[in-house]
C-alpha cells in the first residue's frame, strides 16, 4: 500500500528486531516516521508477543500523533487480533509488507540495522534492565544528535 505513495505524511512504520542478551534474546519493538527520520515509540522485552508490538501503538497514541497508517511485517503479532483491535479502535489503517520482501518496510529495517551496527554489536548486556537503559539513550542520541546523510 504505502510503496504507491509520493506523500508519506500520515504514515509511520513498526517492526520488531532481536538484541542479543546474556546468551539469550530481547526483543525492540519499535515505531519509525519516515518523514522525520525519528524513532517515535518503542519497547524491549525478553518476549516477542502481540502485547509488545501494541504497546508501542499505545505508546503513539499518547504523544497525540494521529497517524493514518501503520506499515508492518506479515508476522503473527502484527496479524493478530489484539494489534488489529488496536488499530481499528483509533482509526488507523493497517498496511502489510509483501510476504517475503522485507524492502517493503525498508526505512525501519534500515534504523534497526544501523542500532546494532553502531551500537549494539559492542555491547554485552548482562540484564534486560541494561539494554532498556542503553537502547534508550542510543536512541535519545540517534533522534537528536546523530547527523542523517539522506536528503
Not at 525519528?38 to 502481540?50: D, E, F, G, P, S
Request: net charge positive; charged share 20%; hydrophobic share 35%.
Amino acid at each position: 500500500m504505502i510503496k504507491q505513495l509520493t506523500d508519506q505524511s500520515g504514515i509511520l512504520l513498526t517492526d520488531i528486531t532481536y538484541i542479543p542478551l546474556n546468551h539469550t534474546w530481547c526483543y525492540l519493538a519499535s515505531v519509525y516516521n519516515p518523514v522525520t527520520r525519528r524513532v517515535i515509540a518503542y519497547q524491549l522485552n525478553t518476549q516477542m508477543t502481540k502485547e509488545l508490538a501494541t504497546n508501542v501503538i499505545t505508546q503513539v497514541m499518547a504523544q497525540a500523533v494521529k497517524p493514518q497508517i501503520i506499515h508492518s511485517d506479515m508476522g503473527s503479532q502484527y496479524t493478530s487480533d489484539l494489534f488489529k483491535n488496536t488499530l481499528s479502535k483509533y482509526g488507523i489503517k493497517h498496511s502489510y509488507s509483501r510476504k517475503g520482501q522485507p524492502g517493503d518496510n525498508a526505512r525501519i529495517e534500515s534504523f534497526h540495522s544501523i542500532l546494532k551496527r553502531e551500537y549494539v554489536n559492542f555491547q554485552d548486556f548482562k540484564t534486560i534492565h541494561e539494554a532498556i537503559a542503553g537502547i534508550d539513550n542510543y536512541i535519545r542520541w540517534y533522534n537528536s544528535d546523530r547527523i542523517s546523510l539522506v536528503a
